[in-house]
């Protein structure tokens, strides 16, 4: 049991540390501006969106400190998208609806719409947002002025998670623990590698002529994980992409309930942890660092093992997440079923890489994908 307890201990110092340096170095904002004729396109691939994106155009039309255009596209919606899109158009020139053509063989819906929104725009910036992402007034400003600053092609960040049930409570918050736990984010400002590259899809601004240089959402058709993949193919180009603080800037809530949850991790999981070579080594991570401290601290309090140290490696692992919490502004509430959501994540994966592998093994907004 000592042993174990050492090694939960190590495990969650990992994270500890990482987290420590990531989160310092976000607190550095980048300075400056965009450049004074810089034009922003905020572009939203929207398909059975009515729900949400009334409030999502509101918000991007009130955008301040640069100039920009709103393109939305309709990708074959069924339900009122485009009829309120096309509303709001008549009221506001700077926003315009095309329409998706049908979906080519060999491409998923998001990366389709955005291609055409990529091709559609004639902003300096490309900031590609879903169509639940309510930006502040500000956000595209700092997004330009941040990449002009770091000199990077890709910029992007988390914004704000909204939970609103104990099912997102219980899987959402794992985002930005990922991000900040276990990406070095100051070393991957130095580096160009493209295994550092990280990026959230829900927040994505591109220097236009890099993105289209680099074959943009084109060169990840197949992808349903484009968060991780559009950095490494501006990084393979030699291209900087960098990440960003981005809970003042925008927020999100992508699903509203577990179902919801699980089905949305669950898609993309065979293109982030859930490799057969991948897996086994976050099981260890993640499992070792926060899934067994309590666990130890219980079978201590029943005699068996180290308290102290158990306890160190628990107060460790919560501490970690309380730090994360708190400074992306999600629920505090969560911190305490820290260990329940990474087992309930690491249960997500393993279910994705085990399952029976059908011929469409991904089901979103109505398509069904191959399995990778």
């Not at 000592?2 to 190590?10: E, K, M, N, R």
């Not at 034009?39 to 009515?50: D, G, H, M, Q, T």
Request: proline fraction near 7%; charged fraction near 15%; aromatic fraction near 4%.
């Amino acid at each position: 049991m000592t042993v174990l307890a050492l090694v939960a201990l190590a495990l969650a110092l990992l994270p500890a540390v990482l987290a420590l340096a990531n989160l310092l170095a976000l607190r550095r904002k980048p300075s400056g501006a965009p450049a004074p004729d810089s034009l922003v396109s905020i572009l939203i691939p929207a398909r059975n969106e009515a729900a949400n994106i009334g409030p999502t155009l509101a918000a991007a039309l009130a955008s301040t400190g640069v100039a920009i255009e709103v393109i939305v596209a309709d990708d074959h919606s069924t339900d009122a998208t485009a009829a309120t899109v096309a509303a709001a158009a008549a009221r506001d020139s700077r926003l315009r609806l095309i329409a998706v053509p049908p979906l080519p063989a060999g491409w998923t819906g998001k990366n389709h719409a955005c291609h055409v929104l990529g091709q559609a725009a004639s902003g300096r910036h490309l900031l590609f947002i879903d169509a639940d992402v309510r930006l502040r007034p500000g956000a595209a400003a700092a997004l330009a002025a941040a990449a002009v600053a770091s000199g990077a092609a890709l910029v992007s960040g988390v914004p704000r998670q909204v939970t609103g049930t104990l099912g997102e409570r219980l899987t959402v918050p794992m985002i930005n623990f990922l991000l900040l736990g276990y990406l070095p984010i100051p070393l991957m400002r130095r580096l160009r590698d493209p295994a550092l590259g990280a990026a959230c899809g829900q927040l994505v601004l591109a220097e236009a002529e890099a993105y289209r240089r680099v074959g943009g959402h084109g060169a990840i058709r197949e992808s349903l994980h484009d968060g991780v993949l559009l950095p490494r193919v501006f990084r393979r180009a030699g291209l900087r992409t960098d990440l960003v603080a981005a809970s003042d800037l925008a927020t999100c809530r992508m699903y509203t309930d577990f179902r919801q949850a699980w089905a949305g991790f669950s898609k993309n999981a065979h293109e982030g942890l859930a490799t057969p070579r991948a897996l086994p080594i976050w099981t260890l991570l993640l499992g070792g660092g926060h899934v067994l401290p309590p666990l130890l601290v219980l079978a201590a309090l029943l005699g068996a093992g180290s308290l102290p140290l158990a306890a160190a490696a628990l107060a460790l692992s919560l501490g970690t997440r309380a730090a994360i919490t708190l400074a992306t502004r999600e629920d505090p509430w969560t911190i305490p079923l820290h260990p329940i959501t990474v087992a309930l994540a690491l249960t997500l994966q393993w279910n994705a890489l085990l399952r029976p592998r059908r011929a469409g093994v991904a089901t979103w907004k109505g398509r069904t994908y191959p399995a990778a």
